[in-house]
């Protein structure tokens, strides 16, 4: 079971950090993606972390800005994001994929957390 938490309304510029907890022992079994779907729009790959933290991905819209990172020993993800825009307003979706590598499909995954609204204001 994953728990997404984190978000909230910031003004453009800002930074948050959110958090996806996993239960369970085998966290380091999954891969872990984080995507968003922002009103009227499909769900959108974000950024995504191999099972031991190797090498990450991110959309192109958010490199330089958002940093995924995960802690093993707390079954938790982490995604930074920082300097905020109106057009990263979404609700975030945290989801595991077992013995993924992190691909940007949604279908990928098995598991996913419920959404954490964020809101950018200009």
């Known amino acids: 079971q994953l728990q997404a938490f984190g978000g909230g309304l910031v003004q453009a510029g800002a930074s948050l950090r959110l958090s996806c907890a996993a239960s369970g022992r085998t966290f380091s079994s999954y891969a872990v993606g984080w995507f968003r779907q922002a009103p009227g729009k499909v769900r959108e790959f974000v950024a995504s972390?191999?099972?031991?933290?190797?090498?990450?991905s991110y959309v192109d819209s958010v490199k330089g800005r958002f940093t995924i990172s995960r802690d093993n020993a707390k079954n938790t993800v982490y995604l930074q994001m920082n300097s905020l825009k109106p057009e990263d307003t979404a609700a975030y979706y945290c989801?595991?994929?077992?013995?993924?590598?992190?691909?940007?499909?949604?279908?990928?995954?098995?598991?996913w957390g419920q959404g954490t609204l964020v809101t950018v204001s200009s």
């Open positions: 972390i191999s099972r031991f933290g190797g090498v990450p």
């Open positions: 989801a595991a994929d077992l013995y993924g590598t992190g691909t940007g499909s949604p279908s990928d995954y098995d598991h």
